[in-house]
């Protein structure tokens, strides 16, 4: 199958998980806005997706670094109302927020969200005009068997089943297999590539045309020493960074190697 270069959009998204409150985000902004300098395409290709409470504080500052987007590390699927220890897209917008993770295995593994709830969330964040992250990936039990590309397959169809031909000009997908987080063990780029061109065949198959020009991005493990060959296999549109973004020097360093990689 051929690649499918969508748009070539290069997008690198820092997930800083429960980590860095406002006075450590603090100095990681200063460094940030010392080292990180915008995409030379004009086009915004990196984001920071910090816990809510930093981002509630800081979103100002934030926004003040250019060519930086803001990213949450999940949405609600109703506007407002009793739901306690939730946000809703609403509340994310009037911080700027224009993109959100959503499904992450840790919030599937450790907080009970299935695919149903991903779909719920993904569909209302695109009503409120925030690009959806939906984040799919097999067990290591799964890898073992082979099963990779059928797990996610199914992860996806089912987390998509809301959304429509027109919602996917605003999706993002993240393949991060659940072996990869956090473990120093990143996917080779040859089972990255066979992974995202099943997820794209899938989302063509879901939506058309719109299908072909979803970003898919990896995550799990990724450091700058990686990130050349993952975002050069071809089908792969960028990365969802844990560990690593939580540096701001490390996390540039990846941004800088990826588009160097791309260029
Ligand atoms: P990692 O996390 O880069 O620390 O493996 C990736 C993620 O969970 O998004």
Redesign the pocket.
Same mark, same amino acid.
């Given at each position: 199958m051929t690649a499918i270069d969508p748009m070539g959009e290069l997008l690198l998204v820092g997930?800083w998980?429960m980590n860095l409150g406002v006075r450590e985000a603090r100095a990681y902004l200063g460094e940030l806005a010392r080292l990180f300098t915008p995409s030379p395409t004009g086009r915004p290709d990196a984001a920071i997706a910090p816990p809510f409470t930093t981002l509630g504080a800081l979103h100002e500052e934030i926004t003040k670094i250019p060519g930086l987007m803001l990213a949450a590390q999940n949405v609600h699927w109703v506007p407002a109302g009793a739901h306690t220890g939730e946000v809703s897209p609403s509340m994310l917008k009037e911080l700027g927020v224009s993109l959100a993770i959503i499904g992450?295995s840790?919030r599937r593994q450790h907080y009970g969200e299935n695919d149903s709830d991903v779909a719920r969330r993904a569909r209302n964040a695109l009503e409120h005009d925030i690009r959806p992250i939906v984040c799919v990936g097999e067990s290591l039990t799964a890898f073992e068997l082979g099963d990779s590309e059928r797990v996610v397959a199914r992860q996806l169809m089912e987390s998509l089943n809301d959304l429509t031909a027109d919602d996917a000009k605003s999706l993002v997908i993240a393949y991060?297999p659940v072996w990869?987080? !956090? /473990?120093g063990r990143a996917a080779t780029p040859d089972l990255i590539e066979k992974v995202h061109q099943r997820i794209r065949l899938l989302l063509i198959e879901l939506f058309g045309l719109p299908g072909e020009s979803v970003p898919i991005l990896y995550?799990?493990?990724?450091t700058p020493e990686n990130i050349g060959a993952i975002v050069r296999a071809p089908g792969v549109a960028g990365a969802?960074?844990? !560990? /690593?973004s939580i540096k701001a020097e490390q996390f540039v360093r990846l941004i800088e190697e990826a588009r160097k990689a791309r260029r």
């Open positions: 997930n998980k992450h840790e991060e990869a987080i !956090g /473990t995550g799990g493990s990724t969802l960074v844990g !560990g /690593t």
